[in-house]
């Protein structure tokens, strides 16, 4: 059933618009708003994670558990697909992206360091580093926004995808910084096996000797972020040509997004054929 998820969840990513309608993030924001403001579980950063992601996640499980003893489990499936649409990511990455390749197009480097700050939050002081932290942020928000989630729901289910999209949300909305740093922790965690096995794939479809000798030297280290593992992999596996604003940068941002639409094949194939053995 899972496969089946997996492919569903695309045709409604591409031919409807119910991932707006089932990202609907408010009743949980306003309940994380509610505790940081709270002195009690403020000051106890791990009784508000197990609050705002510990218990939704339980009474997931919980109704799992119940569906899936009625009607033959086959109430499993919209459940699975509602929560697997809503741990996807948040926004277009694609849509985002128009105005920056638009500037870059004309060869308007001011405008291009606006929008980029305005769309994507990426400030940069020279065309080197803003090309760099556009191309991050399109390598990042396609990892955490559809790789990490499929990688988390494949070996563990809704439950696990959840958790994660969750724990990203506690990151990037908490203006709490003791309960921002431990969901930040904790994600980090969830983070470690999936980036790697995304490099890895970008190896496959990419320049795989340059991946190689890039992913060998962090293979292993903790402390580096997943957003910088994955920004620096995927610019060596693309093969991206010099960061100058202007056409070059079009045709980097394009490299990058065949690079991991290739690699998203990779994933299906090899959840497909993970689903015949299993």
Known sequence: MSFLVLLLAIVIEK??????????????LKQLARLEASPRTAARPWL????????????????????GSVAYGWLLLPVHLVVLIYSLGRGDVIAALGPFRDACRRGDTQAAVHVA??????????????????????????????FAVLFWYVLL???AAL????????????????IGER???????????????????FALVGN??????ELLQDLLNWNISAAQLIARIGC????????VVGTHAVTGLNLIWELLVRSAIVWYAGFALWTLLI
Do not use: C, I, N
């Open 15 to 28: 031919f409807s618009g119910l991932r707006q309608r089932v990202q609907r993030d408010g009743p949980w």
């Open 48 to 67: 508000s994670l197990a609050l705002l992601v510990l218990l939704p996640v339980l009474v997931l499980h919980l109704v799992l558990v119940v569906m």
């Open 117 to 146: 700050e305005r769309d994507m939050g990426v400030k940069a002081h020279d065309s080197e580093q803003l090309l760099a932290g556009v191309q991050g942020h399109l390598l990042w928000q396609a990892y955490q926004g559809f």
């Open 157 to 159: 289910g809704p439950v």
């Open 163 to 178: 958790a994660y999209r969750l724990l990203a949300l506690a990151v990037e909305h908490s203006k709490t910084p003791a």
């Open 183 to 201: 969901a930040g922790q904790l994600r980090h965690a969830l983070d470690w096996l999936p980036v790697r096995l995304l490099a890895a794939s």
């Open 208 to 213: 795989f000797a340059a991946v190689s000798r």
């Open 236 to 243: 060596v596996a693309s093969e991206v040509p010099a960061p």
